[in-house]
């Protein structure tokens, strides 16, 4: 149809043709296409607008990273009694694109020790304006950074959008006693979480970034859950007796597992959206296990699956054990030696 119109556009009687049809449409729908145009027009100069700070701010901050020591920076301290704060919670309010740093999690080598100490390093591209606040909400210890002259609380990260970049790093150190209540918990928005390994095993251990990469590095703990949207779970843990739960949507969960020689009935759950899970139990998974993948391949090492398909694998593995083990993942692929 529309090669026909522009094959016979060439006579001047159709070109004329042609334009009065079109204002003759036009007529009833101009106001209509008008107000929509300008809508469309508006949303798209303001993702672009959005887009262009964004990218400059991104850059700015990975040059902020490159440019600062941030262990030159002095730290604000602050500690506290975990019995009265089982939840410890730093946010950043940095933009979601933008991951703000890490915070480290070791254990105190003091048996004296009973309070948790945090110690926050910040930078930022405009630092006059930043400040680190301490709050308490229940059983929750907050430390967040605030930007003063700009957007305050659950909507500071738009002042991430302003030009010029302010851009915002930090390193927060987390050092825990060796006895922590078992309920503790670890969350925070923008931030890697890392633990490093501790000599007393802690019973249980909850941690959840939103944008961030989990790294448990020879971390000895009973129950463990980590959680994540956009962002990989690697390492090594040990001493798992309850339960292991790892999520992400977005990323890469790699652990090396042992289960606790003792442990009656262990469950390990792995869940990945858009990734590769790969685990692997030096021989010391006992029980039932079940692994699924809707676009990937599952593929099980030491072990001979009853089901045996190239997206499931199942079956029993060890000696009469009560554990399970249940892995899925959407579009990655499966690996688990046991
Ligand atoms: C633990 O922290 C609290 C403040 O939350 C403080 O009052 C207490 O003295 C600290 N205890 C020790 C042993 O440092
Ligand atoms: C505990 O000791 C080890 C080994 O000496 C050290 O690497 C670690 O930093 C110490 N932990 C703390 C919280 O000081
Ligand atoms: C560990 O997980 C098990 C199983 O979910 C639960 O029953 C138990 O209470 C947990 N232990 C701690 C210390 O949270
Ligand atoms: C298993 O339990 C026994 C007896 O309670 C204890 O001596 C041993 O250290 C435990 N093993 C592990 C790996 O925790
Ligand atoms: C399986 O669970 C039952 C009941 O909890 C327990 O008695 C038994 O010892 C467990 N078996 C193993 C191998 O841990």
Redesign the pocket.
């Known amino acids: 149809m529309s090669s026909t119109k522009v094959s016979s556009y060439e006579t001047p009687t159709e070109q004329h043709n042609i334009k009065s049809r079109g204002i003759v449409t036009g007529c009833i729908c101009t106001p209509i296409l008008m107000a929509c145009g300008i809508f469309c027009c508006l949303i798209v100069i303001t993702i672009v607008i959005l887009a262009v700070i964004l990218a400059v701010n991104v850059n700015a901050c990975s040059n902020l990273s490159k440019s600062v020591d941030i262990n030159t920076i002095t730290p604000s301290v602050y500690t506290y009694d975990p019995n009265a704060f089982p939840t410890f919670n730093f946010n950043s309010f940095n933009n979601i694109l933008t991951k703000t740093g890490q915070i480290y999690v070791?254990?105190?080598?003091s048996t004296s020790d009973t309070n948790i100490t945090v110690s926050v390093r910040i930078a930022a591209t405009r630092d006059e304006s930043i400040t680190v606040k301490e709050e308490n909400d229940d059983s929750t210890k907050k430390i967040f950074i605030q930007r003063a002259d700009t957007f305050k609380g659950s909507l500071a990260w738009i002042g991430y959008l302003s030009l010029p970049p302010r851009c915002i790093l930090a390193k927060v150190e987390v050092?825990l006693p060796q006895t922590i209540p078992s309920t503790t918990s670890i969350d925070t928005d923008v931030n890697d979480i890392v633990f490093?390994a501790n000599?007393v095993p802690y019973s249980q251990m909850n941690a959840k970034t939103i944008n961030g990469d989990i790294n448990v590095n020879n971390f000895a703990v009973g129950n463990l859950t980590l959680n994540t949207y956009n962002g990989g779970i690697t390492g090594s843990v040990s001493g798992i007796i309850n339960q292991l739960i790892a999520t992400t949507n977005n990323g890469k969960i790699q652990l090396n597992v042992l289960v606790n020689f003792n442990a009656t009935n262990p469950n390990i759950e792995t869940t990945n959206s858009n990734g590769d899970i790969q685990l692997s139990f030096s021989s010391s998974f006992n029980g039932n296990y079940d692994a699924k993948t809707d676009l990937g391949k599952v593929t099980i090492i030491n072990a001979s699956p009853e089901t045996n398909e190239d997206k499931r694998k199942a079956g029993k593995v060890g000696n009469n054990g009560n554990g399970s083990l249940i892995t899925t993942t959407k579009s990655g692929n499966i690996n688990i030696t046991f």
């Open positions: 070791t254990q105190s080598n050092v490093d000599s």
